[in-house]
């Protein structure tokens, strides 16, 4: 590799295993820390959102989006996001009357729902767990990420 200004990098990290991504993903920040641009396309919607200073979300050849991550983010999400693992839970639409919950996502057998109290939404629905069968042990609380700002903007999972 050369020593230039920029370099571009094309899906990187696609078919490497993790612990080698890291390795990557930390010579990635050597460069940028040494003042290099690096242009970098990705499917890893998490690696962009730690990597890139700026980001460009497409879908179907052009720009839907342009920004800082964090900026992203804030644009498209002001909720927090509970995702609850659900075993045989074919209807989730009860999930959208639980005080709070601006919508909801289900991915297989992982429901996420966006709630803008997350308060509020968990003291109700841990009140309803045990009545609806579904346990709260392995729930997680996050912040909203670029792959949340892509499904919101192009209304489907992210394509390989």
């Known amino acids: 590799m050369g020593n230039g200004e920029a370099l571009f990098l094309d899906e990187p990290t696609s078919g490497l295993d993790p612990q080698s991504r890291r390795g990557l993903w930390e010579v990635i920040e050597r460069l940028r820390e040494e003042g290099k641009t690096v242009f ?10 730690r990597l890139c200073d700026r980001v460009a979300i497409m879908d179907e050849g052009r720009i839907i989006a342009l920004g800082r991550p964090k900026d992203l983010i804030a644009e498209h999400f002001q909720e927090k996001a509970l995702e609850i693992p659900l ?9 959208e009357d639980l005080p709070g919950v601006a919508r909801i996502q289900r991915d297989e057998d992982v429901v996420t729902l966006y709630t803008q109290d997350l308060a509020q939404t968990f003291l109700a629905l841990s009140r309803l767990s045990e009545a609806w069968g579904i346990s709260l042990r392995n729930m997680v609380v996050r912040e909203a990420t670029l792959e949340d700002v892509f499904l919101r903007l192009t209304g489907r999972r992210i394509r390989d």
């Open 87 to 95: 075993a045989g839970l074919d209807d989730v639409t009860f999930f």
């Open 40 to 49: 970098l396309t990705t499917h890893y919607l998490d690696e962009a959102e």
